[in-house]
């Protein structure tokens, strides 16, 4: 069965800082794995995916995040935080007997302050 | 990627009564998905909506109680029955890109905010 763990309710970084959003998962088969986030009273918002390749992935925003197979990580990472990217962040899995269906994580609230 | 509309945007209902959501989508979708996010919670996934067949449903939600209208390849209804203050959450639909691979990006809609008293 698919899921996925974010151990961490809430992160607070300075702004400027560099920021990491911890994901781990669990799959059945080959992992395809999405970002996404949640501005308050807005819908989610795809920010990266990893499918294979390289394991350091690029999205939106500056964002960035690194597939690390061993340690069945997704880590979501940014330089340099900003204000704006305080947000609720989802960590997703993509799986199981129905196409197109993610699992997601209980998601991060980031928090970034000036 | 898809621009999806949903309607209403948020409600306050009573107990007892029943709610119908829109979803819009701006271009031709073979898969629409209805997910539910508790206050606080994260999401999970109701059912399935393909065109002209049944929706599926998820371990835990039935026809009687969301049933789902899929009445051409843009447009999605799902209904809430027989509200409870239980049934308060923010119901999203989405769209996998092309719905033909396991790699497509699922585009969400931005959600229908429903409060029952």
């Known amino acids: 069965a698919q899921s996925v763990a974010q151990p961490e309710d809430q992160v607070n970084v300075a702004e400027g800082n560099p920021l990491t959003v911890k994901c781990t998962y669990s799959?059945?088969?080959?992992?395809?794995l999405f970002w996404y986030v949640q501005y308050p009273n807005r819908g989610l918002q795809f920010l990266l995916k990893?499918?294979?390749?390289?394991?350091l992935v690029k999205g939106s925003y500056g964002f960035e995040a690194e597939f690390n197979k061993s340690q069945t990580s997704f880590h979501l990472k940014k330089p340099s935080a900003l204000v704006s990217d305080s947000a609720l962040y989802f960590c997703?899995?993509?799986?199981?007997?129905?196409?197109?269906?993610?699992?997601f994580g209980r998601g991060t609230q980031l928090t970034v302050w000036p | 990627s898809a621009v999806i509309s949903q309607k209403p945007s948020r409600d306050i209902c009573q107990r007892g009564t029943s709610l119908t959501i829109q979803c819009q989508v701006d271009?031709?979708?073979?898969?629409m998905f209805w997910y539910r996010q508790q206050p606080g919670q994260s999401l999970t996934l109701i059912a399935t909506?393909?065109?002209?067949?049944?929706?599926?449903?998820e371990s835990g939600f039935v026809i009687d109680k969301f049933p789902i209208s899929r009445p051409n390849l843009t447009f999605s209804t799902l209904t809430v029955s027989n509200m409870s203050p239980e049934d308060s959450s923010i119901y999203l639909c989405?769209?996998?890109?092309?719905?033909?691979?396991?790699?497509?990006?699922?585009?969400f809609g931005p959600g229908t905010r429903l409060t029952v008293l």
């Open positions: 997703a899995v993509e799986g199981g007997s129905t196409l197109g269906r993610l699992y």
């Open positions: 271009s031709q979708v073979t898969m």
């Open positions: 799959v059945s088969g080959n992992p395809y």
């Open positions: 909506a393909n065109q002209g067949s049944e929706a599926t449903y």
């Open positions: 990893y499918i294979t390749g390289d394991n």
């Open positions: 989405s769209v996998p890109t092309s719905g033909r691979a396991i790699t497509d990006t699922q585009y």
